[in-house]
């Protein structure tokens, strides 16, 4: 069999002398603490041996033969033209895609599958591996963001379409692949070197393949919708329980943004699960993993088992603080669009400079943290997810003549994914404006639109709630000592806060877990496991 031809993978450059990251908990790369303190040298030794096998040339191939057959090709490349430049490293779009018309009834029942597919992308990340192969960046893509489709046939109806507006994940269902790479390719300018299609059934059949994969929680998660029911605690997850645990939207309010962060989270988990099983120690187990991997999935014809397999080696050296996630900065979580609804708009100046780190190659945290430092929003000060409103209301200020703030409030949900209407509940004239003011500057994501509310004797300012929101009530609650919680099934997202003659001031609030909040980047040891 020929060798597949490989257009974009640069050769392996020699490693300039640079300091080593040094690995949470002090041991450094090349020892594991679990142990009493001494090195692991079995594992060590395998690794070396497992490598130097899938490493040697013929054997490895001999090792991965067979994996390429059970592959779906797809060309999204196929004649298209103006792609951005090259840049530096290994860029790889990965699309998540519901296919749910492949999964039997009992999975469908069991893990709540329920209605018609929407041949549409799900998930949409961009994985960047750096030229070195010693980091992995992933850059996580709201479904719902606005974008402009490229003019194109549609896959489906062969009709011409001119350039439009859409959600991200419909270029997929009008256009298929070749229309998502040109999308991703015109919003990013970062020229895709790879494309991989996972379904519902390959996702489920490569978290099983890996022996499960360990998540942990602080906080209970329950989403009726997709059937996930997490204790807080640490929990193993078979294929179809981390099918639910990516897919839930209405753990709280932070709907898609919170469920991206899940993704995130359970990609580390699985990078982690991979470097430390048995998968990279035995060629045998690392074959299997491959070709279940390949063969449940679509991929462009120049990712192989050869690809696979430059991969394999790559990890031989992660540890999770090696990779690193974050989210496109957002600019409006709610920007409305004639017929096509409420979509997200990324905030256009950070976003560049983001995708401007990932072509050059370097760290994103770097990035971030300089779009946030230029405009003192989230992030600015106290890391990822810290609140802006801290600063903003001068919380901490010890400057002389200026009354200090009071510390910010830990909460559950990060302010910025919780979306308010206020209305004024009494005859104070503007009270409503000062609070959706407050509320903002704090961080929350109020309409700017505050009303009159039906009655104008409020004397207790009152949250109201859906049910499935109840965390990000909570949340508003503390930001509004005093308030009092009225739960209304069918309120939906938008939680509605109705201004009383009690209200004082808004108490900043900041994220309890690091990982929420902002667009901040964390690497992979801030959010797997502990051990």
Known sequence: MSPVPQPHRPPRPARPPQPRVTRRGGGGPDRDRSGGGRPRWGVR?????????????????AVMTGVDTGIERVDPFKDMKNRPQAGHGLNLLLVGTDGRDRISKEEKREYRLGGAPCHCTD??????????????????????????????????????????????????????????????????????????????????????????????????????????????????????????????????GAADLGRMQRQQRFVAALLQQAARSEVLLNPVKFKEVSS?????????????SEQMLALGQAMRDFAPSSSEFTSVPI??????????????????????????????????????????????????????????????????????????????????????????????????????????????????????????????????TVIVYDPRWDRSARTVAAALPGSALRAVPGQGRTLLVVAGTDYRTVVPVRPEDPYQGGHGVVTGDQVVCST
């Open 123 to 252: 998930t949409v990340m961009l994985v960047h591996l750096s030229a070195d192969r010693e980091r992995a960046s992933v850059v996580s893509l709201p479904r719902d963001s606005y974008a402009e489709l490229p003019a194109h046939r549609d896959q489906s109806t062969g009709k011409e379409h001119g350039p439009h507006p859409v959600k991200l994940n419909a270029a997929y269902a009008e256009g298929g692949p070749q229309l998502t790479v040109r999308t991703v390719e015109n919003m990013t300018r970062v020229k895709i070197d790879h494309y991989l299609e996972v379904d519902f059934t390959g996702f489920m059949k490569t978290v099983d393949a890996v022996g499960g994969v360990q998540i942990c929680t602080a906080k209970a998660l329950h989403d009726r919708s997709t059937g996930l029911d997490l204790l807080p605690g640490t929990h193993r997850l078979t294929g179809g329980q981390a099918l639910q645990y990516v897919r839930s939207r209405h753990v709280d």
């Open 292 to 304: 279940t991997l390949l063969g449940s999935v679509r991929a462009d014809p120049g990712f192989g």
């Open 331 to 460: 600019g409006d979580p709610s920007y409305p669009v004639k017929g096509i609804g409420s979509t997200v708009k990324w905030d256009e100046s950070k976003a560049a400079k983001l995708f401007e780190a990932v072509r050059q190659d370097r760290p994103l945290a770097r990035a971030v943290s300089d779009t946030a430092d230029a405009a003192g929003g989230p992030g600015a000060a106290g890391g990822p997810g810290a609140s802006g409103a801290a600063a903003a209301s001068g919380a901490g200020d010890a400057r002389p003549g200026r009354p200090q703030q009071p510390p910010a409030v830990p909460v559950d949900v990060p302010p910025q994914q919780i979306r308010i209407q206020v209305q004024n509940g009494t005859r104070i004239d503007g009270l409503g404006g000062r609070v959706d003011a407050a509320l903002r500057a704090t961080g929350f994501d109020t309409t700017g639109a505050p009303a009159n509310g039906a009655g104008r004797n409020v004397r207790r």
């Open 45 to 61: 030794l395998a690794t070396g041996l497992s490598v130097a096998v899938l490493g040697s040339g013929a054997i490895g191939h």
